[in-house]
């Protein structure tokens, strides 16, 4: 483990739960059984009444804190949250985190076996919503004997089902902490993520989605869609500070022989690469349209502070300055039909340059304001 291990949970061993009474979807198929796999830190107490829930973004899963083994040299991405004194502090918070339902890290998903066929579900498996999620996660907290959170918490997409979860269980959480979401994708968002469906759908090695029958991965098409992603999460400061115009190699001068390559161009494209050996194309293609479908408030007439008129928890809203994937005027647009609606809410808005990864980084501001809040959390 790294030198700074010592502020973290240390190692920890993911679990699984089997759900073999399945699960009705929105898109009105049924899961006929089911896997989640999560982890937790810290303890339970007898009461259940400090457990925290942590819903994970597009890319995201279940290792959110701590390390898998002794050797491990990279933590949970939620480590700087997670953890003894920490934001959600170990000591006092039963944490539990685990990896969505079509997911690629272990959760039921395209790369699982379909019990009523054999095979791979690939492109068959159903569509999901954000509330497929939240039931899902609601079979595992009554599996772990919790009958209401002490806080649902989750940033971009995972600040999306930590509000379904106040709609669709309002006795089960008595917090609400929202990072760097919206209330729905602008325009501008769906087309991204349309963009990325289509570089991967494009690769010769897609298959319409059967690639596992041809072992194979559309690896083009998934780095190309990461790094399209990735670099909507930064602010154009954000890169500047990191990259600039440097280059990797070649230069500008007369006699200059060869391509140049800027540093943000062998960046890109490494991350691009890490990634398509990392997580499934069919599961990206699913958790875009699931974030593009979200819209909290399509039910209650379009009406966003009727969609919260029955919600009994607290919530804290958090965005980032810097942010124009989630920009701070979609938060607002949150805490707006929050009181339109009398619900109790705290905002703040982060001042950093990080685009919208600030939610996953130590940005001091950001903990300050974080820890403040959990304090509240831990003291009911």
């Known amino acids: ?5 010592e502020a973290s949970i240390g190692v920890v061993t993911p679990q699984r739960e089997h759900f073999s009474e399945g699960l009705m979807l929105a898109c009105g198929r049924r899961l006929p059984e089911f896997e989640l796999v999560y982890e937790s830190y810290g303890t339970l107490n007898a009461a259940a009444s400090n457990a925290i829930l942590i819903c994970h973004a597009l890319s995201g899963h279940h290792h959110a804190a701590g390390y898998h083994s002794e050797e491990d040299d990279k933590p949970g991405w939620w480590d700087a949250c997670i953890g003894p004194g920490k934001p959600i502090d170990t000591d006092r918070f039963f944490v539990v985190s685990l990896n969505n339902l079509g997911g690629c890290h272990g959760s039921t998903g395209p790369r699982s076996i379909n019990p009523e066929t054999g095979n791979e579900y690939g492109p068959d498996f ?10 899902s996660q609601a079979l595992l907290a009554d599996r772990l004997g919790i009958e209401c959170w002490a806080a649902v918490i989750g940033g971009s997409l995972g600040g999306m089902q930590a509000m379904r979860w106040s709609l669709l269980y309002p006795q089960r959480v008595a917090h609400c902490i929202v ?11 769906i087309a991204f993520n349309e ?6 759908t494009s690769d010769p090695d897609f298959y319409e989605g059967h690639y596992l029958q041809h072992k194979t991965i ?10 399209v992603g990735h670099i909507t999460y930064l602010s154009d400061d954000a890169m500047a500070d990191k990259f600039g115009r440097d280059l990797r190699s070649g230069d500008f001068s007369d006699n ?3 391509e140049v390559e800027f540093q943000v161009e062998s960046y890109l494209r490494h991350q691009g690469n890490a990634f398509s050996h990392s997580f499934d194309a069919n599961t990206y293609i699913l958790m875009t349209r699931a974030l593009d479908w979200f819209d909290l408030a399509r039910d209650y007439g379009d009406d966003p502070a009727r969609a919260f008129a029955d919600c009994q928890a607290s919530f804290l809203v958090i965005s980032f300055s810097s942010d124009w994937r989630f920009s701070p005027e979609r938060s607002r647009e949150i805490v707006d039909a929050l009181l339109a609606a009398g ?11 990080q685009g919208h990864d600030a939610f996953l980084l130590p940005i001091p501001r950001y903990l300050d304001v974080f820890h403040a809040y959990m304090k509240r959390v831990g003291a009911q």
């Not at 159903?126 to 039931?135: K, L, Q, T």
């Not at 990072?179 to 968002?189: E, G, H, M, P, R």
């Not at 619900?343 to 340059?353: F, G, L, M, R």
């Open 1 to 5: 483990m790294a030198d700074t291990a």
């Open 126 to 135: 159903p569509p999901m919503r954000a509330r497929d999620w939240v039931n």
């Open 179 to 189: 990072i760097a979401a919206a209330l729905k994708l602008s325009a501008q968002n």
């Open 195 to 200: 963009i990325a469906r289509q570089a991967i």
């Open 218 to 227: 559309p690896s083009q098409g998934l780095a190309i869609a990461r790094m």
């Open 256 to 258: 200059a022989s060869g």
């Open 343 to 353: 619900k109790p809410v705290t905002y703040s808005n982060i001042e950093a340059d």
